[in-house]
């Protein structure tokens, strides 16, 4: 079981928005400013969309933001394409030189 | 650009040893702003960092409670690479390993990812 909490499924339709929410507790997302998100297709490997609980690397596009509440980050995706259709991982620094993993939204593009 | 190539063995025996090697191009192993990463991914552990190795003026090695004990990663200059090796493995250690690279941003995430190596462990 991941520690940090994320909804298995969400969908939308191409245009729409969806947030997908990823839950800790104060000792991780609500203890660090250091949450990030992943975004991996099918056989490829976790690329980077957020760290720092809101900034973009370079090269992700805008659509993509995130934010935190508390105990709880969540990642939004605007404006959805079919590619954005991958599955989403959350990561939190956890201290003590450890970072913990949510479990996964699977994201279905309609 | 930054590219992490894997190789190693696609399947172990259980109580073996486990090696996967990450070659590096268009950054250095021995870089003072970045550290070197292991992390695998199985359906019933999910994302799990394993570890890392860095060099500031030496090398550390940090590991995860999870494995410290059975894991070594080792960082090679001369061929611009590190490798995990993990002992005793028993099949709960069956999963995708990444090498990864943390510290191109903020240094508590991972910006560049090997293409994974699938070890199964089995008799």
């Known amino acids: 079981q991941s520690a940090l909490t994320q909804p298995p499924s969400a969908s939308g339709s191409p245009g729409q928005s969806v947030t997908m929410s990823c839950t800790g507790t104060?000792?991780?997302?609500?203890?660090?400013?250091?949450v990030s998100w992943y975004q991996q297709h099918p056989g490829k490997a976790p690329k980077l969309l957020i760290y720092?609980?809101?900034k973009r690397p370079s090269g992700v596009p805008d659509r993509f933001s995130a934010s935190k509440s508390g105990n709880t980050a969540s990642l939004t995706v605007s404006g959805l394409q079919t590619e954005d259709e991958a599955e989403y991982f959350c990561?939190?620094?956890?201290?003590?030189?450890?970072?913990?993993f949510g479990g996964g939204t699977k994201l279905t593009v309609l | 650009q930054v590219q992490l190539q894997q190789s190693g063995p696609g399947l172990v025996k259980p109580s073996q040893t486990l090696s996967v090697t990450c070659a590096i191009s268009?950054?250095?192993?021995?870089?003072?702003?970045?550290?070197w990463n292991w992390i695998r991914q199985s359906p019933s552990r999910g994302l799990e960092w394993l570890g890392r190795?860095?060099?500031?003026?030496?090398?550390?090695?940090d590991y995860a409670v999870s494995v410290k004990g059975r894991m070594t990663i080792n960082p090679d200059t001369s061929k611009n690479q590190y490798s995990l090796q993990l002992n005793s493995v028993t099949p709960e250690d069956t999963a995708v390993y990444y090498c990864?690279?943390?510290?191109?941003?903020?240094?508590?995430?991972?910006?560049?990812w090997g293409q994974g190596t699938l070890v199964t462990v089995s008799s």
């Open positions: 190795t860095y060099y500031r003026s030496k090398w550390y090695n």
């Open positions: 268009g950054d250095s192993v021995s870089s003072n702003s970045v550290a």
């Open positions: 990561c939190s620094y956890a201290g003590n030189v450890n970072w913990v």
């Open positions: 720092e609980v809101t």
């Open positions: 990864a690279r943390d510290g191109g941003y903020s240094g508590y995430d991972w910006d560049y």
């Open positions: 104060s000792s991780d997302v609500g203890g660090y400013h250091y």
